[in-house]
């Protein structure tokens, strides 16, 4: 029986860039940000537990701990961007 004949490939190469070029570091001001958002969520939280809701916003009841969630929740997210 005849045997049929193995297919060529074509070896892709992808595009080789540098080192240089794919390390790009944070801008100075992206480490404070991203710390200040954690911590400042952090404290919204807890200002609005020891103040017994009357601060930071009293109208807003208890979505005041959303609101300090989402403020460090941004700050996390920042990290997977982080490069030192």
Avoid: D
Wanted: charged share 15%; no cysteine; glycine share 8%.
């Amino acid at each position: 029986m005849p045997e049929s004949k193995p297919r060529k490939r074509t070896a892709r190469v992808a595009p080789q860039t540098s080192a240089a070029e794919a390390y790009k570091p944070n801008p100075v001001w992206f480490k404070p940000v991203m710390f200040g958002l954690m911590i400042i969520g952090l404290l919204w939280i807890i200002t609005f537990y020891i103040t017994e809701g009357a601060f930071p916003v009293q109208s807003w009841g208890s979505l005041n701990i959303v609101a300090g969630f989402g403020i460090a929740i941004i700050g996390f997210l920042m990290t997977t961007r982080w490069r030192s």
